[in-house]
């Protein structure tokens, strides 16, 4: 991956040369248009991805839209569609790690690429893209982590299944909130934004392979309330598919058994950086 030294003032040079990335491959469309980007995260989300991407069509007049594709086999996201829908950067995942290294593959390009603030969303069609402009607002008025809530006034949650509702009412909301020092109400909700500022600070250093599934969300959340930096949450609309199979990647008994295991490292500060 290489950097555009145009863009990249100001960026701690000694720290990036020790970022520990993903391989990838990048594939470019056009070149950087706005101070922000929207980075949508994916794997195999078939026609999921396709109608969300046909809802943020017009949200490229206001951030670039960026795919962090963790390795998709399924198709779905053809090089023509994706320039017709306005996506600036195609990015493939082909090195070891899940969601967390999907993150740092699109930070660091995000960050290379010179953008002021990033927000972050799920392709698997639960977020509703209308909540983009909330993310970008609260970056230009200097907010550095923005975690999008269904729980805070504004916001909504449709067929959100009880289970989830109270994992993330009941432990995994005043967990993160106990441990970061900030009452958040909805920290499994991927739909976030952050600042470059935040992202490239020394005592962060989320370029790390220890981020390899989903600890990078947690820490992220906890560190950044724990170091003074501006934090907020916003509104915003998470939809669940009113019968069938939920849209997840997590699986029922070992995948949320890990989900809690890293969850309770994050909040006893195991992933902060040893200096």
Request: some cysteine.
């Amino acid at each position: 991956m290489k950097m555009n030294k145009a863009l990249t003032e100001g960026l701690p040079m000694t720290s990036r040369k020790l970022w520990e990335l993903p391989a990838c491959h990048t594939r470019v469309f056009f070149g950087r248009r706005h101070p922000y980007c929207v980075v949508v995260f994916v794997i195999n989300e078939g026609e999921r991805i396709r109608r969300q991407l046909n809802k943020m069509k017009g949200l490229a007049e206001q951030a670039d839209i960026i795919i962090a594709d963790g390795g998709s086999t399924d198709g779905s996201l053809p090089m023509v569609f994706l320039r017709e829908q306005g996506v600036r950067t195609m990015l493939i995942k082909t090195g070891a790690g899940r969601l967390s290294a999907q993150m740092r593959m699109a930070f660091a390009y995000a960050l290379d690429e010179g953008y002021d603030g990033i927000v972050t969303m799920d392709g698997n069609d639960k977020d509703d893209p209308l909540a983009v402009p909330a993310f970008l607002n609260a970056l230009e008025r200097g907010y550095d982590h923005i975690q999008g809530s269904r729980y805070i006034k504004g916001g909504k949650g449709v067929n959100t299944p009880l289970s989830r509702h109270l994992a993330v009412s009941c432990i995994h909301a005043p967990l993160i909130s106990l441990a970061s020092g900030y009452r958040y109400t909805d920290t499994t909700n991927g739909f976030r934004a952050y600042s470059r500022k935040f992202l490239l600070d020394e005592r962060v250093l989320p370029f790390r392979n220890v981020f390899a599934g989903y600890e990078l969300h947690y820490y992220l959340a906890i560190r950044a309330a724990r170091l003074g930096f501006n934090v907020c949450e916003v509104p915003v609309v998470r939809s669940y598919p009113p019968g069938g199979m939920i849209p997840t990647k997590i699986s029922l008994i070992r995948g949320n058994a890990e989900i809690l295991k890293t969850l309770f490292s994050a909040c006893l500060g195991r992933f902060n950086p040893r200096r």
